[in-house]
């Protein structure tokens, strides 16, 4: 058979694609309560003191440099008569569905900062147990660039639909007479949470065949030299590097502009309002662009698509804002819109390239490490949520940018302001024009990838006929 017609076997139809795809609507709709409402919720009505909260918030994001790795390393190297990746999920849907009902539906009227971390802890914990070997699973499962484009989209799209949802919560609350991030819009968000996260792992679990493991265990199943292994995956694997230091420096240039745009809207441009408006905006058009990218992924290299896609996103970035009146509301609208729909193409796309990648690192060393790969790349995408509150917010106030002046009635001294229009138009286009120079380097194009896929389908047929 023809490496082209064997590609198109294993090719996952859409009904894999939505049944793999549904488990990160879930998963989105904790994203906006974790980062915004349950701080403040804990903080408000539950008693406890503003700092405690932060410091356990943010000790909680540390968390995952260690429990990302581990759970990624060690499903690599689960074998078990239900599948390597499933165990881990099961365990994670479960220690998962705890957290939840204790952060978001708290049993108790006020709090004390062992609860909070407790409570936290489960659900960061339940979301990397999940999380990790569900990345693992879809970049293992064989298919075209375009199958695996489509596949993992799809995943994506149905995240940010999920994450959307969430974030009108609290409007939903307002509009229903409740406190937007009171006990009744936290226990709204946790009850969907509570009951759509099970039927989705149900129909992973039940309609998504696993990919066979290879013959060998990467070496070993002790902790420490599970966690020996990152530098040898690294070291062998050209293209994940590129993948990953790509889709890393991309990430820190979206970040970049994500973290202070609330500000250049309210102080540069006076457009505090818009801040919804454009968010939501932003979240329609990666929805409704979706098969756009996901189409031109058969026509063209994907790998070059999220390239001209983001150095498009930068171009109309620094343009719309340094040469149109974007105090308007319609202009800022008329620049955002096509930047967000260029710009979700690195979104959809980048799993893609990262499947080929791992795929390619299977065969070549004929041991299973997508669980490894994944984790380091969502290590990556923590390092990259860093750098804003680690680099450029220091680098604002160094520059006298503070809001809270603002907020008292003062003004903002002027060269804090103008390192803040400074940084909101130039700052994002030279990193992420860097990524895409990156991503265009990719060395592994779609004729490539199809071979790679036969050769490594041929080679797990084999092991699993042992």
């Known amino acids: 058979m023809s490496e082209g017609k064997s590609a198109q076997r294993e090719q996952p139809g859409i009904a894999v694609a939505t049944s793999y795809g549904l488990l990160q609507f879930p998963l989105g709709l904790l994203i906006p309560p974790l980062t915004s409402m349950i701080p403040g919720f804990f903080a408000e009505t539950m008693g406890m003191p503003l700092a405690v909260v932060g410091t356990i918030s943010g000790l909680m994001r540390f968390y995952h440099v260690v429990s990302d790795p581990l759970c990624g390393a060690l499903s690599d190297r689960t074998r078990t008569r239900w599948g390597r990746r499933r165990p881990w999920i099961a365990a994670g849907l479960a220690v998962l569905m705890i957290g939840v009902w204790l952060t978001f539906m708290p049993p108790v009227r006020t709090a004390s900062p062992a609860y909070f971390a407790v409570a936290l802890l489960l659900v ?8 990790i070997p569900y990345y693992a699973w879809g970049a293992e499962l064989p298919g075209t660039p375009f199958g695996k484009a489509r596949m993992l989209g799809l995943r994506e799209v149905l995240g940010v639909i999920g994450l959307m949802l969430s974030a009108m919560a609290p409007l939903a609350a307002s509009t229903l007479g409740f406190k937007s991030n009171g006990r009744e819009a936290l226990s709204m968000l946790g009850v969907s949470v509570l009951v759509v996260t099970p039927l989705m792992a149900a129909l992973l679990m039940f309609g998504v065949r696993e990919a066979p493991a290879t013959r060998e265990d990467a070496g ?27 889709a890393f420096i991309i990430n820190i240039g979206l970040l970049l502009w994500q ?11 006076h457009q505090e309002k818009m801040f919804g408006v454009v968010a939501l905006a932003a979240g329609v058009c990666a929805v409704a662009s979706a098969p756009l990218w996901i189409y031109l992924s058969k026509r063209f290299e994907v790998h070059r698509l999220i390239a001209v896609a983001t150095i498009a996103g930068a171009a109309i970035h620094v343009l719309g804002f340094s040469l149109l009146p974007i105090e308007h509301p319609l202009v800022l609208l008329a620049v955002e819109i096509p930047q967000s729909i260029v710009l979700v193409a690195p979104l959809l796309l980048s799993p893609a390239i990262q499947a080929m990648a791992i795929d390619y690192g299977t065969l070549n060393s004929g041991v299973d490490r997508a669980g490894t790969y994944v984790s380091l790349t969502q290590l990556a995408s923590g390092v990259a949520s860093a750098f804003p509150f680690l680099i450029v917010f220091p680098l604002l106030a160094w520059a006298g ?23 909101g138009v130039y700052g994002a286009a030279p990193v992420q024009i860097i990524g895409a120079l990156l991503y265009a380097a990719f060395p592994i194009n779609k004729a490539e990838a199809v071979r790679i896929g036969s050769a490594l389908a041929e080679m797990r047929g084999q092991a699993d006929a042992r």
């Open 124 to 131: 960061y914990s339940g979301c990397s147990l999940i999380q």
């Open 220 to 246: 070993g199943r002790s902790v420490g030299r599970a966690l020996l292994d990152f530098w040898t995956a690294l070291k062998s694997n050209r293209p994940f590097r590129i993948e990953l230091a790509g």
């Open 259 to 269: 973290s202070i745009s609330y500000f250049y809207l309210s102080h540069v441009l």
């Open 401 to 423: 940018f503070n809001p809270a002046v603002a907020k008292a009635g003062g003004a903002i001294d002027p060269q804090g302001l103008a390192a803040l229009k400074m940084l």
